[in-house]
C-alpha cells in the first residue's frame, strides 16, 4: 500500500476508534428539576419574646394579638440553583389569621437581605391549607455569594390549633 492512501485511511480509523458510531455531535446540558421538604421542625423562632408550639409536624404560635417568625436556612446539594417554586403547607382554620412564607436571600459580604418570593394562606378557614407561588425574583442562588433561607409568621390567636406550618417544599433546577 502507497503512503498517500494509508496515512489517509490510519487517520480515518483513529477518529472512528475515538469517536465512536454515532459520529462527533453536540451534546446540551440537561436541566435537572429536584424538590427539598423543610419540615416544621427546622423552623427556629427569631426572638424568644412569643410563646409558640415546636413539634417535629408543625409550628404554631400560641401567643394572641402577635405574630411568631421563624427561620431555617435552605441547603442545596449542588452549588448553583434556580428557585422555580415555594410551596407552604399550614394549617389554616381562622379568618382574621394567616401563615406566610418567604423566600429571602441573604449577601454578606454587601449587607445585603433581599425577599425574593412570598406567598400567605389568606384568610380561610378550611383547616389545611396548600399555597405556592413560581413568581420568584431573583430565581438564581448561588451559594458562594449568598445564603438562601425560609421566614414564617405565624398570627397569633391564643389557641395553637388555629394556625400552624407544617412544612415547606422547595423545587429547584440545576
Known amino acids: 500500500m502507497s503512503k498517500k492512501i494509508w496515512v489517509p485511511v490510519a487517520v480515518a480509523l483513529l477518529v472512528a476508534m475515538f469517536v465512536g458510531p454515532g459520529g462527533v455531535t453536540a451534546t446540551e446540558p440537561r436541566l435537572t428539576t429536584a424538590s427539598i421538604m423543610i419540615p ?6 427569631t426572638s424568644d419574646d ?6 417535629a409536624y408543625l409550628k404554631a404560635n400560641s401567643a394572641t394579638g402577635v405574630n411568631g417568625y421563624f427561620q431555617a436556612p435552605l441547603l442545596f446539594p449542588v452549588p448553583v440553583v434556580n428557585i422555580k417554586r415555594i410551596t407552604l403547607y399550614a394549617y389554616d382554620r381562622i379568618s382574621n389569621g394567616q401563615a406566610c412564607l418567604q423566600l429571602r436571600r441573604s449577601r454578606p459580604p454587601l449587607h445585603e437581605t433581599l425577599t425574593a418570593g412570598q406567598v400567605c394562606t389568606g384568610s380561610t ?3 389545611a391549607v396548600t399555597v405556592f407561588t413560581t413568581d420568584i425574583s431573583p430565581r438564581r442562588v448561588d451559594t458562594a455569594n449568598a445564603a438562601a433561607y425560609l421566614w414564617v409568621s405565624v398570627t397569633g390567636t391564643g389557641a395553637t ?6 412544612g415547606v417544599r422547595v423545587t429547584y433546577s440545576y
Open 40 to 45: 416544621a421542625s427546622a423552623f427556629h423562632p
Open 50 to 55: 412569643v410563646d409558640y408550639k415546636n413539634e
Open 125 to 127: 378557614s378550611s383547616g
Open 161 to 166: 390549633d388555629d394556625v400552624a406550618v407544617r
